[in-house]
């Protein structure tokens, strides 16, 4: 049996999605929040997150760096992204058209002046434009709060944390500047918000969410 550890901080930021995985995939799995910046050289590339795979005995047995290499290791591992590489990459293309979002708003975090403007333009085309797809998306699978079939997903789980991290980002963010991505204004996903939270694999996160309170979305104020 193999042990995760998940090295991060300890915000949503880009592990939420990970977290839901780790989670619904019932393994074996631990956070540590390594020192920073001190512990960036010991990280295979400098950056988090990381995680590595131990098998039972405790010896190392892979590192992987990266979110999306992170994310869809483990959806593959445990059957949360199918098996047919058409049905997958349906799924891979909406993972990524939120990560491309969210890296946005990111950037615009950090950015000032000219490039700063721009951004918020970016930002208000791109989320009106993951509405549309995702709302078809939801629609097309009968708004029954999975985007493929009625079993939970890895782009579910990746929209729950997408959506979740807007909502609590704060008033320096770009969404409390837009206003575009507050789920409760969206019927199709305040559904699938509602069914990933009564995932009974779920239960485990969601408790530890009651008991500690939720994540900070970033460091920004």
Same mark, same amino acid.
């Given at each position: +049996? ?103 708003? +990111?950037?615009? +975090? ?112």
């Amino acid at each position: +049996m193999s042990h995760y550890t998940l090295r991060y901080f300890n915000i949503q930021g880009l592990c939420e999605a990970l977290r839901l995985l780790l989670t619904a995939s019932g393994v074996d799995w631990t956070e540590e929040y390594p020192e920073w910046p001190r512990e960036k050289p010991n990280q295979p590339l400098g950056h988090l997150p990381v995680l590595v795979v131990s098998n039972a005995g405790g010896k190392g047995e892979l590192v992987l760096s990266e979110t999306l290499v992170i994310e869809r290791y483990i959806a593959r591992e445990y059957g949360l992204l199918p098996a047919d590489n058409l049905a997958a990459a349906r799924q891979e293309q909406l993972r990524d058209q939120l990560h491309d979002v969210w890296s946005t708003h +990111m950037e615009y +975090m950090h950015s000032t002046g000219e490039r700063s403007a721009e951004l918020v333009t970016k930002f208000e085309q791109d989320a009106e434009c993951l509405v549309g797809v995702h709302v078809a998306a939801l629609q097309r699978n009968g708004n029954n709060g999975h985007y493929f079939g009625d079993t939970l997903s890895y782009v579910d789980l990746a929209a729950y944390a997408f959506f979740t991290f807007f909502s609590n980002a704060g008033p320096r963010s770009l969404e409390a500047k837009i206003g575009l991505l507050d789920y409760t204004h969206i019927p199709e996903m305040s559904k699938l918000m509602a069914v990933v939270e009564a995932s009974r694999s779920l239960e485990p996160y969601f408790a530890a969410e009651k008991v500690n309170g939720a994540r900070l979305a970033t460091r920004f104020k």
